[in-house]
């Protein structure tokens, strides 16, 4: 079984600064693609940042230039750095990660998996 823990949401001032992080435990043999979305009530989910397994970053044209994801494949974690934070990323943050897992002998599949997120709030 795969799990991921957020942390390091929490209230900030209109263009401070946060840092979310989110680790992935468990059983399982890789992980391909890790990202974090956001969502607000009434709204659907929608991609903040993106990084694959070899590095390469992808990012909504509304955080991008103010947030920074990279991750550590060797403590399968992987952040989100925020700064100058707008009343507009109010929401509530998750982590995603695409994972292989071994079904049985050699075989494998790959699944996406879910924080339960991490309540950020700019407001001042």
């Known amino acids: 079984q795969v799990q991921l823990v957020e942390s390091g949401g929490g209230l900030v001032q209109p263009g401070g600064s946060l840092r979310l992080s989110c680790a992935v435990s468990?059983?399982?043999?890789?992980?391909?693609?890790m990202a974090w979305y956001r969502q607000v009530p009434g709204k659907q989910r929608e991609l903040a940042a993106s990084?694959?397994?070899?590095?390469?970053?992808n990012y909504a044209d509304s955080v991008k230039g103010r947030f920074t994801i990279s991750r550590d494949s060797a403590n399968n974690t992987v952040a989100l750095q925020m700064f100058r934070l707008k009343p507009e990323d109010t929401a509530v943050y998750y982590c995603?990660?695409?994972?292989?897992?071994?079904?049985?002998?050699?075989?494998?599949?790959?699944?996406?998996?879910w924080g339960r997120g991490t309540q950020v709030t700019v407001s001042s």
């Open positions: 990084i694959t397994d070899g590095g390469s970053t």
């Open positions: 995603n990660a695409k994972v292989a897992t071994i079904v049985w002998g050699n075989v494998r599949r790959v699944d996406g998996y």
């Open positions: 468990g059983s399982f043999v890789t992980i391909y693609s």
